[in-house]
């Protein structure tokens, strides 16, 4: 199973890629468009700020040959950003657009509640999920963000809870989002990316 | 549901080897970072700390490589810190493998890094270590690696800290590291309130107590302590479990 990692420069791609290689999966890293149209399975990591994310899709020409491939049904994982970007807009970067694959938008989590949403939380799924198949429902996951789709209109498998109800794990027919990093969830996470896997395969 | 208290490791290196002192001075080996960084992943650590306490510019290459071999051992996330003056320093241990970069020393002088920080790689990513000592009704911040006092107040530093871009505050007790005499709750609690951000406590850690004290009356969100995981005075699977059985919400290991 070929695994092409789009890596726009964000943080977290090589160890998205070494958990990948962990469990067995052939990995490509790449930011031209090309590879994208080409691929076989996406997964977009991505940590840091929501513009810099959809600037640098723009900018490497990424954008509309992933809207295309995942409209084609290409299996595609969003990993933190990479869920977020899934939606229409983000409240961290007003005005511009997201992939809007989905519908919905990212607000910002609320101020009552220490901010960033850092560590380890556990969630609720709500619908049968392709992704959390096999996981312990008690089982924790690793988060690090400020923002986070908190109306997603049906396309939540799983909610987390800080300050508010948000999306934890979205699925829509070929695509998934993880607001948690499951590179750096310890068992549980490798779960989560075997599951997406065998989806792909 | 709530967030987990985390139980964080932490390993003090000079070069590719980890060491440890007491409040700050009289190093001693304390172990192979690699090897400790496999064992806490396993044993259930919610994250890993590596700070090069030399910071010496010619070892640099070596703490970098210290960071890709301990970052290829982890499922779980790693700050690193020592030595980071500049963005370029930054961009290094990230591409390296750590998630978060610790500041201190040169953001007291220079605060607008952890701004470019922040920007750059998210507030998420920046930890601002406050060395804390205590003089008189307050607490000063100390830099140098705990040497210098940089005549500042450690709460109003935390709070610009935080306006500046941190993520999260690494608070350390100078007066308590190294001690084991538990940790400074006071210290922590007043930090914790202070600011909107995680605060990880360290610094005086020995008992499973003292964890369950800073939990519930410091309000840290994480705590960090070094030689009583690297001597096996504690291991963090059954502190966990002490901590369970005291109510305090944490990750158990499978």
């Not at chain 1, 691929?39 to 020409?61: D, E, I, K, S, Y």
């Not at chain 1, 901010?115 to 996951?141: C, E, R, T, V």
């Not at chain 2, 909107?196 to 003292?210: D, N, T, Y």
């Amino acid at each position: 199973m070929k695994v092409t990692i789009i890596d726009y420069g964000a943080g977290n791609v090589p160890s998205v890629e070494r958990a990948l290689q962990r469990l067995g999966a052939d990995t490509q890293r790449t930011n031209i468009a090309d590879d994208v149209a080409a691929a076989r399975a996406l997964v977009l990591p991505g940590v840091g700020h929501f513009a810099a994310l959809m600037r640098a899709l723009g900018t490497q020409n990424i954008r509309a040959a992933l809207i295309s491939a995942i409209q084609k049904g290409v299996p595609y994982l969003g990993i933190c950003l990479g869920l977020q970007a899934l939606f229409e807009s983000s409240e961290e970067a007003p005005g511009l657009k997201g992939l809007g694959l989905l519908s919905g938008n990212v607000s910002a989590l609320p101020a009552n509640v220490k901010l960033p949403h850092m560590g380890w939380n556990q969630i609720a799924a709500k619908l049968d999920s392709k992704l959390l198949q096999g996981i312990d429902p008690a089982a924790y996951f690793y988060f690090a963000h400020s923002y986070a789709a908190l109306r997603s209109n049906g396309s939540t498998i799983a909610t987390c809870c800080h300050g508010t109800s948000f999306a934890a794990v979205v699925e829509a027919q070929n695509i998934f989002g993880v607001q948690f990093h499951p590179e750096k969830s310890g068992d549980a996470g490798a779960r989560v990316l075997e599951n997406f896997l065998r989806i792909a395969a | 549901m709530s967030l987990a208290h985390r139980i964080i490791p932490c390993l003090d290196t000079d070069g590719d080897r980890v060491v440890k002192g007491v409040k700050f001075v009289g190093l001693r080996d304390a172990g192979d970072p690699v090897a400790l960084a496999a064992r806490y992943n396993a044993e259930g650590a919610d994250e890993l700390v590596v700070l090069d306490i030399a910071a010496a510019r010619d070892r640099r290459p070596t703490f970098l490589q210290t960071i890709r071999r301990v970052a290829a051992e982890l499922s779980i996330p790693l700050t690193a810190g020592g030595g980071i003056r500049a963005l370029e320093d930054a961009r290094a241990v990230v591409r390296a493998g750590a998630d978060k970069i610790a500041v201190n020393t040169a953001v007291v002088a220079r605060p607008e890094l952890i701004s470019e920080l922040s920007r750059e790689f998210g507030a998420q990513a920046v930890v601002l270590a406050v060395d804390a000592k205590r003089k008189g009704d307050h607490w000063d911040v100390m830099v140098r690696g705990g040497r210098e006092s940089a005549s500042l107040d450690a709460i109003e530093w935390a709070r610009a800290g935080v306006s500046h871009g941190a993520g999260e505050i690494l608070l350390t007790s100078v007066d308590r590291d190294g001690t084991q005499c538990g940790f400074d709750v006071a210290l922590t609690a007043a930090i914790s309130k202070a600011v909107s951000v995680p605060v990880i406590a360290s610094g005086g850690a020995k008992l499973p107590e003292h964890f369950v004290e800073i939990f519930r009356e410091g309000a840290a969100d994480a705590a960090l302590a070094a030689s009583i995981f690297h001597d096996e005075v504690q291991s963090i699977r059954t502190l966990k479990q002490f901590l369970a059985a005291n109510r305090i919400e944490v990750r158990l290991p499978c």
